[in-house]
């Protein structure tokens, strides 16, 4: 059981360039989540979805996009990097269970640098 | 979901008892208390959560006020490799999404 897994685990662009962040789980999870953790600081909500088909911006969308056509899969989309976007991008899942809460489990993270 | 509030860091003795602190005043009745911690740079993991009874797993414990307004989480028996950063959430309901405060850097030392 590989959980949720994030490819790659680092990755430098260049200002301007696009890139696919990869995040996969194999827990059939309804819910995933996008984080950055800016250095210092606590992680932010940048994208979520709550299943196939379905999603959502967080705290922090802006510059990225997301699509979730499996329940899987969840990959983050930068176009046109920017410096600013420069920061570790966490990927999490859990599963729904009707109305209780349940824990989040989080991939390795990817460590992008935009020079 | 309910604001949460922690001190920015704490030290604890390795073989002591470390107690974090989290304030939760405006929590409301169907939200629940989640701990999380990440160490070093890796992605957070769950430690325990609880509503409005004290809990305990193999990881921790954690305390919640009868009034619910404050928690703690308590690592019985802390050692080096729990030298992490600890964050406490308020959520409430399967539709919530974990918003990540500050949290308590816990520095654990020899």
């Known amino acids: 059981n590989a959980g949720v897994t994030q490819t790659p685990k680092f990755r430098i662009l260049k200002i301007g360039q696009s890139m696919t962040l990869q995040c996969t789980q194999d827990?059939?999870?309804?819910?995933m989540y996008w984080y950055r953790q800016d250095p210092g600081m606590g992680l932010k909500l940048i994208y979520y979805?709550?299943?196939?088909?379905?999603?959502d911006k967080g705290e922090v969308p802006n510059g990225y996009n997301v699509s979730r056509s499996t329940t899987e899969d969840f990959p983050l989309r930068l176009e046109l990097a920017a410096p600013s976007q420069t920061s570790v991008y966490f990927c999490a899942s859990r599963a729904g269970q009707g109305r209780r809460y349940t824990e989040a489990f989080f991939g390795q993270g990817t460590r992008l640098t935009v020079v | 979901d309910a604001k949460t509030t922690q001190p920015p860091s704490m030290d604890c003795a390795e073989g002591r008892a470390a107690n974090l602190p989290c304030n939760h005043s405006?929590?409301?009745?169907?939200?629940?208390v989640y701990w999380y911690r990440q160490i070093h740079s890796q992605g957070p993991q769950y430690i325990i959560h609880?509503?409005?009874n004290n809990e305990t797993n193999e990881m921790a414990s954690l305390i919640i006020t009868e009034d619910r307004k404050s928690s703690t989480l308590i690592l019985p028996h802390a050692t080096l490799r729990d030298t992490a950063v600890y964050y406490c959430i308020a959520i409430g309901g399967s539709q919530g999404n974990l918003i990540f405060g500050k949290g308590t850097k816990l520095s654990v030392k020899p």
């Open positions: 979805s709550v299943g196939a088909g379905i999603t």
């Open positions: 405006t929590i409301s009745g169907n939200e629940y």
């Open positions: 827990m059939n999870h309804n819910y």
């Open positions: 609880g509503l409005k």
